[in-house]
């Protein structure tokens, strides 16, 4: 009797946009979907999926949806013509936002499915064999409970370092800000289920971890004793997994840098002396019309604090330029703010008004051209800031997770503790290695170093799978 032919896997393919979590829920929508038999692709002239994973941060993000819309629905046609099917799926935050409108204007989407949905996107797909299909709701269930573990092999796949989300959504309500309309009310995950999540990705081989949240600081998830934990007490409990070198998180908010936090910062090394910690205006009057809940003074203590506690901590932060009613003295405020704390790094915003956000309909909306010039001028000094922090690397010795071959041969490349590309000349076997490397030179976006004495891997066998091609 002949055997059947097995099953051809399906191809995946996962256009992602905007943050750290969108990245995270991406691998986790490709391990929801690889026990029903897909497998992700970087063609996307060959997937039988394409999932858009939507931002909505950035400025007129649903009309760049709609645009890659109209792109995939030609692929769709080319793929019909040549006797095969494509399935168009919109997810986050945009499809949390826009629902049934996205199928409305574009016809081609098969589904569209919130941040909170994406544990059940097989049982999704099969039903938009029938019709459109729009899942937004914000169900009871704990999504994270439903989702497998990704395969070993994925994971080692994925490289040294690894985002984890610990914290979905927001209670702050900034004026500004869609989030807590896209992603709910905060909401922590058990401490528990982050360990046994942390371990396996360890387990795998993973040397660095970032905690994900859109206010990750405001942590507090309960333990298997039903008590409160804090993000200060997590991380040490994450440090306490073998084989762990490296803890990161984002995104914070001021308000909640708590003492416990900031104690975490001065006793634990392992946790990076990067911190990424918006406040988005120097204004005491543009922060209390973003409803952001800090001042100016509020920040610069809690800054002070930091750095008390750890002195070589190097900040990056969130600016928004051209709120509404912003003056020129209120952008002079933000230039003294970003040249007082030192930023190493910062992103920067141009305001868009976001429907449904209170700040959308404020009077006196800055005009375009001011926002513009506003724009260049601090992207000019944060530039100046960032080049000033990079030089100050040159000579000291920092340690370098090794995680890839560098660009040319005979060089590999890693990452600083704050963050910085860091190139320098060594073997391949060095992957998977924590390095002191003394910088001797600054470039435009990363540091050349050199090795002061090598330390070998531990697992040969995780360097061989950095390696070689996937």
Do not use: W
């Amino acid at each position: 009797m002949t055997e059947a032919p097995a099953a051809q896997p399906k191809k995946l393919y996962i256009k992602t946009y905007g943050c750290q979590m969108n990245v995270y829920d991406s691998d986790r929508m490709a391990d929801a979907l690889a026990p029903h038999g897909y497998e992700p692709t970087a063609d996307i002239g060959v997937a039988d999926l394409v999932v858009l994973n939507t931002c909505h941060i950035r400025e007129k993000a649903s009309e760049k949806v709609f645009s890659e819309l109209g792109r995939l629905k030609r692929l769709r046609e080319e793929r019909r013509a040549a006797g095969a099917e494509l399935m168009i799926g919109v997810a986050g935050c945009v499809a949390q936002a826009e629902g049934e409108e996205i199928v409305r204007r574009a016809p081609v989407v098969d589904l569209v499915f919130g941040p909170q949905s994406y544990h059940r996107l097989p049982e999704l797909i099969a039903r938009a064999g029938t019709g459109p299909v729009v899942d937004t709701e914000f169900p009871e269930e704990d999504k994270f409970e439903h989702l497998p573990a990704p395969a070993r092999e994925v994971t080692v796949r994925r490289g040294l370092t690894a985002f984890l989300t610990v914290q979905e959504g927001c209670d702050k309500f900034c004026s500004f800000c869609v989030v807590p309309y896209t992603r709910g009310a905060e909401t922590s995950r058990p401490v528990e289920q982050v360990l046994a999540e942390a371990r396996g990705l360890v387990e795998a081989g993973v040397m660095e971890l970032t905690l994900l949240g859109q206010n990750v600081n405001a942590y507090h998830g309960l333990d298997d004793r039903g008590r409160a934990v804090g993000l200060g007490e997590l991380c040490f409990r994450l440090a306490a997994l073998p084989g762990l070198r490296r803890l990161r998180y984002t995104t914070s908010h001021p308000l909640d840098m708590s003492d416990d936090l900031i104690a975490a910062h001065r006793d634990l090394d392992m946790l990076m002396p990067y911190l990424h910690l918006p406040v988005q205006s120097g204004s005491d009057r543009i922060l209390k019309a973003m409803h952001r809940r800090h001042t100016r003074a509020h920040y610069m203590n809690t800054i002070q604090r930091i750095l008390d506690a750890r002195p070589d901590m190097a900040l990056s932060g969130d600016f928004i330029v051209g709120f509404p009613g912003e003056t020129d003295a209120d952008f002079a405020d933000t230039l003294a703010i970003a040249r007082d704390v030192g930023y190493a790094s910062a992103f920067t915003f141009k305001y868009s008004p976001r429907p449904g956000t209170p700040g959308a309909d404020l009077p006196d909306q800055v005009p375009e051209s001011v926002k513009i010039e506003r724009l260049a001028r601090l992207n000019a000094q944060i530039q100046d800031q960032t080049r000033a922090f990079a030089a100050s690397c040159v000579g000291r010795v920092l340690e370098v997770l090794i995680e890839k071959p560098g660009r040319n041969p005979g060089q590999v490349g890693g990452r600083s503790p704050y963050l910085q590309a860091v190139h320098v000349d060594g073997p391949e076997r060095l992957i998977g290695s924590m390095q002191k490397v003394r910088i001797v030179r600054a470039g435009n976006n990363s540091l050349a170093g050199k090795i002061v004495t090598v330390a070998e891997p531990k697992s040969a066998s995780l360097v061989e799978s950095q390696v070689r091609p996937a």
